[in-house]
């Protein structure tokens, strides 16, 4: 009898930014290698209109300690709660801009709500690769793998390297539980058929989150695996069943506010995380429709 090959198992470097509490990841074999950054932020003050790069500067300094080569700048969803600095990232260390190709759906929706210059392309080739569901990419001598998971955006993307899965905003830390799903396009029966796809894979998955929202009582973290996600989960834990979670979900959904950053954040990230085009002055201006969201 042969054993099989147990899957490669990626160093993985996440960066925490306390403003957004989003998680940057940096995914590689080692210093030396190719690696993969996926979700990252572009600071962004909603009071003055600046941008800053404190958080991606972190990253760069990472990648630029381990020598490492940048091979992918990846997104698991348009974000609607930080900016992505995937275009200063790649002026800055290379690689190539992905995201799930249906994004396009996305696009589509904004374009109407932001009312979008008739240059705006709906077809995401504002980034450089659009990735399908069960797709594979190379990073270096790692293998990735793209795992379709909508239900928080119709785009929404999981990436598995090795033994090591970017769950994006599917799930977040057993005691926070699940993404909203009120978004345009977002569906919480969806999500939890993309969470029970998440939770079929072998039980030492490690499960790297999107983001953390800690209670009072533990420090950050983001990193857990399928076998604790299975027992502990407050939303999705084995045995709720689709319409307990939608239920939940559903009315959950209702109680929470829309996010601080996401009228600048879907602007800035369906065009890949470049700026809106300049105005005859020069400058760069961000919409706010009234009483669309
Ligand atoms: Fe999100």
């Not at 998971?149 to 926070?176: R, S």
């Not at 950053?261 to 809106?276: H, K």
């Amino acid at each position: 009898m042969t054993t099989p090959t147990p899957p490669a198992r990626p160093h993985v470097h996440g960066l925490f930014d306390p403003a957004t509490w989003t998680v940057t990841y940096v995914v590689h074999n080692g210093p030396g290698t190719a690696c993969a950054i996926i979700d990252s932020v572009l600071d962004y003050d909603p009071k003055s209109g600046r941008t800053r790069t404190t958080s991606a500067d972190k990253v760069i300094d990472y990648v630029q300690q381990n020598q490492l080569r940048v091979a992918w700048i990846l997104e698991t969803h348009a974000h609607a709660d930080h900016l992505t600095a995937a275009p200063y990232l790649k002026g800055k260390l290379g690689g190539k801009t992905a995201i799930g190709h249906q994004i396009t759906a996305v696009q589509k929706v904004f374009k109407g709500v932001f009312n979008l210059e008739d240059g705006f392309r709906e077809d995401g080739s504002q980034f450089d690769q659009l990735l399908k569901d069960g797709e594979s990419f190379r990073i270096g001598d790692l293998s990735g793998q793209v795992m379709a998971v909508p239900g928080h955006t119709p785009a929404c993307v999981a990436y598995q390297i090795g033994d090591a899965v970017f769950v994006g905003d599917t799930l977040f830390m057993p005691d926070v539980g699940t993404a909203r799903c009120d978004f345009p396009g977002g569906d919480a029966r969806t999500l939890y058929a993309s969470v029970r796809k998440l939770l079929s894979l072998p039980a030492q998955t490690r499960l790297f989150m999107c983001h953390d929202y800690p209670p009072d009582s533990r420090p950050i973290a983001f990193e857990t695996t399928v076998a604790e996600q299975r027992a502990h989960n407050i939303h999705v834990h084995d045995g709720i069943s689709e319409a307990q979670f939608v239920q939940m979900r559903t009315q959950r959904d209702a109680t929470l506010e829309m996010p601080v950053l996401i009228l600048p954040a879907v602007q800035i990230n369906i065009r890949a995380g470049e700026l809106p085009p300049p105005e005859s002055n020069g400058t760069a201006y961000l919409k706010v429709p009234l009483n669309r969201l």
